[in-house]
Nanobody, 129 residues
Framework: QVQLVESGGGLVQAGGSLTLSCAASGRTFSRQPMGWFRQAPGKEREFVAT????????YYADSVKGRFTISRDNAKKTVYLRMNSLKPEDTAVYYC??????????????????????WGQGTQVTVSS
């Protein structure tokens, strides 16, 4: 079993920045890909970014590419999401996720929420205009 706890959400003005953190505990962490999804009110959960075990490979949703950066520190069992140039449409609950398998998936598979086994409780990000 893996436990994931997100932190770092909050209220920020458009154009501002936030860094989310996700601390993992329980089963092994370092070999599994990690990811971030988000869910806005009335909308489905959508893919944001994912990173492989070494940090050398990443995928981003087109909507955040160039503005968000995912990274991880395996020694600290923590994954981060640095969010710059935030927009009101980035407002959502952000969820950290991982899966049992160590396999690095294609973008199509990695962007599907059903590919993941463990989820955090989420952290709210609100961007005001």
């Amino acid at each position: 079993q893996v436990q994931l706890v997100e932190s770092g959400g909050g209220l920020v003005q458009a154009g501002g920045s936030l860094t989310l953190s996700c601390a993992a505990s329980g089963r092994t962490f370092s070999r599994q890909p990690m990811g971030w999804f988000r869910q806005a009110p009335g909308k489905e959960r959508e893919f944001v970014a994912t990173i492989n075990w070494s940090g050398g490979s990443t995928y981003y949703a087109d909507s955040v590419k160039g503005r968000f950066t995912i990274s991880r520190d395996n020694a600290k069992k923590t994954v981060y999401l640095r969010m710059n140039s935030l927009k009101p449409e980035d407002t959502a609950v952000y969820y950290c996720t991982t899966k049992r398998s160590e396999q690095w998936l294609t973008y199509s598979s990695a962007s599907y929420s059903g590919a993941y086994d463990y989820w955090g409780q989420g952290t709210q990000v609100t961007v005001s205009s």
